[in-house]
């Protein structure tokens, strides 16, 4: 009667399979190295083996498998390099206990080999909130990966930025279960409040557009226009209630103000009317409609000047 025993090894390492023109992926590649014997005898040559993957010691079905014809053996010994090409599947390394079980020339070897506890846990793909999966992508959190880089938290707070150095400043990214929020924080303050829908607020507060920035400091400085080089040209600042548009020049002047109840200034910041210019206006068309004090449309141009006055 032909009885095969061996005597295995197995170790769990990462493998990066990369190409010339082709992006990097990751492998969990088993390197399973031992002694086979024949009826107490170390045997040689060539023989068919076939190997089994298990999530349990005894009985079950195979997670996956892998066919090794032709494989050498010298003494009794050898060495394979299986799922080296994920023969085992995408899954087939979640961090769970497994067995390999090996078949030589149709003789099912008895008992499983088990995945030990060191190599697994140093070199799985999947342990400690770890994964990577077979096409790279990194999942943190126990989470299956469907990005490059998938975090996953039971908490609010996914991600902490933080120098070790200075001020020690921290950035924290938070998503919000509870209603779908997402912040940006910094030391703790909001920075950036994301709400389902896309409505999105720059600084404290919840915004009621799909775009709320909120002032800093007390000229309630709001935004800033750089030219290509970087410099800043223009600002808007909340003033008196308005919103102030301002050049970045000698004295910062304001150029336009949006006055509470809807006056407009150019060069003032105090519009006693719906619109006052502080200044020369010129214009090649000026159209004026009427009202309580004009009877009559004027229309006047660079080729004709009208002018109206009062009759007491």
Partial sequence: MRKFAHIGSIA??????????????QTAAITYQGQL?????????????EFRLFATATGGSPIGTQAINGLIFENGLFSVALNDAGQFGATAFNGQQRWLEAVIDGQVLSPRQALTTAPYAAFSLNTRGLNVATNGNVGIGGVNPSRTLHLSATNDAVLRLQSTGGSGRSYDFVSSGANGQFRMEENGNQRILMLPGGFTNFGNGTPDRPLCVAGVGSAADLMTFQNINGSPRWFLTMNGGGLNVGEVAAGNPTRMYFAPGGQIGIGTTNPTAALEVAGTVKASILHITGGSDIAEPYHINAEFRAQHAESG
């Fill in 37 to 49: 014997k024949l009826n107490d005898v170390p045997v040689d040559g060539s023989h068919n083996a």
């Fill in 12 to 25: 769990v390492f990462l493998t990066a399979m990369c190409g010339a023109a082709a992006a990097q992926t």
